[in-house]
């Protein structure tokens, strides 16, 4: 098992930054792959991005491409996910996922492991 916990959410304005970051607990935490997520209300939830178990590959969605940075930090047992230039767009309850892959993966089905999110609120 192994337990995630969200946390640095909030509400920003349009053009600011924010930084989440995903605690991991449990089984190896570098064993896994960790992957970001977004759900906006009444929408399906949305790939954001992924950082390979090493740290040394990323992928992201088209649109967060440029604008968000996934990180992580295994001796803290930590990934990050910074969210620049924010739009209103951009809200949402964000989620890290861990998936014990070797692929960067973007379907959700991929992720054994889910933290509760963070509510990512941006006013315009």
């Known amino acids: 098992q192994v337990q995630l916990v969200e946390s640095g959410g909030g509400l920003v304005q349009a053009g600011d930054s924010l930084r989440l970051s995903c605690v991991a607990s449990?089984?190896?935490?570098?064993?896994?792959?960790m992957g970001w997520f977004r759900q906006a209300p009444g929408k399906e939830r949305e790939f954001v991005g992924v950082?390979?178990?090493?740290?040394?590959?990323?992928y992201y969605a088209r649109s967060m491409k440029g604008r968000f940075i996934i990180s992580r930090d295994n001796a803290k047992n930590t990934v990050y996910l910074q969210m620049n230039s924010l739009k209103p767009e951009d809200t949402a309850v964000y989620y890290c996922?861990?998936?014990?892959?070797?692929?960067?993966?973007?379907?959700?089905?991929?992720?054994?492991?889910w933290g509760q999110g963070t509510q990512v609120t941006v006013s315009s």
């Open positions: 950082i390979s178990w090493s740290g040394g590959r990323t």
């Open positions: 996922a861990a998936g014990l892959t070797s692929r960067l993966q973007i379907v959700p089905a991929e992720y054994t492991y």
């Open positions: 449990g089984r190896t935490f570098n064993n896994y792959a």
